[in-house]
């Protein structure tokens, strides 16, 4: 899906970029040859398969990327193991763990409401569909979910924002629907759970492959990979800043990363310190310019007003401030 003007925007914004500020008889500088973008998993379809091939149809500048759990890729570009010139992540905790000498600041932009998502061809299907469908109180969810021999599947809450999130939401579930006690324990487990805990990139696999009968989801990733799916209230979806409050009633405790607490599932972004910042800018630019603005609600994306991290002053020309 394309917007209106998608490609006259990054042309134009690439002109302005490229435009010397010294000496007319200055030597211009350099165009990029490629962008390295770093994201979390949830977005492999809107970068690889939407943004990134529209960016270099546009800009002539060869897009990379590389998807995973935000807090992993978070450890790997800290370590030095992948290279990057922009991180998108879920959350601003991934970027600032980075630290001002690659990163000092981000904009988040949008919110990625968090979905169930469920085999329609699992022998609980109907059962989750009378929910999706109104047909039956979303409290039933939650006891379905705790249903012995039912197959639910999570990202690892250690590596990825999407495996927080959901591990809470069950916990906040549980106080808002008054469920009895020990009930998001019987859905989840331990933290780790080894039977639950999947990659970003696998667990939508080993649901439509029928090895999950449910599994957690953002819902842009829901509908990117047509899966079928139950829409939470915004008391818990984790995306609407007006129940911000109550997501940050529930905590989990995670060997190695400390206590973590509910926050909004915002998409956050930043262009990472290095040589080839200017490529980085470029596609910054691109994907938060007014024209993509429809593209990214068509996907399920909740647009919020930016929200920033860090430096304010150090954002380059172009971006929100």
Known sequence: MRAPGIFSVILGII?????????????????????????????????????GPAFTKASGIA???RGGGSWALAHELQGGVIQADVFESVGTGPIASLGHKKA???????????VVAYNPKSRYAPQFEAIAEGKAPLRNLFTLLATPGLHLGRTNPATDPQG?????????????????????????????????????EGLPTQLQAGGLDAA?????????????????PPELDFANPEDLHLYQTVAMTIPQVGTVRGQLSTLDLTVLKGKNSAAGEAFAR???????????????????????????AAIPEGLPR
């Open 286 to 312: 691109f994907i938060l310019a007014k024209a993509q603005r429809r593209l990214w609600q068509s996907q399920g994306y909740e647009l919020i007003p930016p929200v920033f991290w860090g430096q304010k």
């Open 63 to 65: 897009y990379q990327g």
């Open 15 to 51: 002109a302005v970029s490229a435009a010397g500020c010294g000496r007319p008889s200055a030597k211009p500088a350099a165009v990029p040859h490629e962008v390295s973008v770093a994201y979390a998993g949830s977005l492999d379809y809107m970068n690889d398969q939407v943004l």
């Open 104 to 114: 000092s600041w981000a904009i988040g932009f949008a919110a990625s409401p968090l």
């Open 164 to 200: 927080q999130t959901f591990y809470l939401m069950v916990q906040l579930a549980q106080k808002l629907y008054n469920l009895p006690a020990g009930t998001a324990q019987r859905i989840l487990g331990a933290w780790n759970n080894p039977q639950e805990v999947y990659s970003e």
């Open 216 to 232: 957690s989801a953002f819902l842009p990733q829901a509908r990117q990979l047509h899966l079928s799916y139950i829409v939470l």
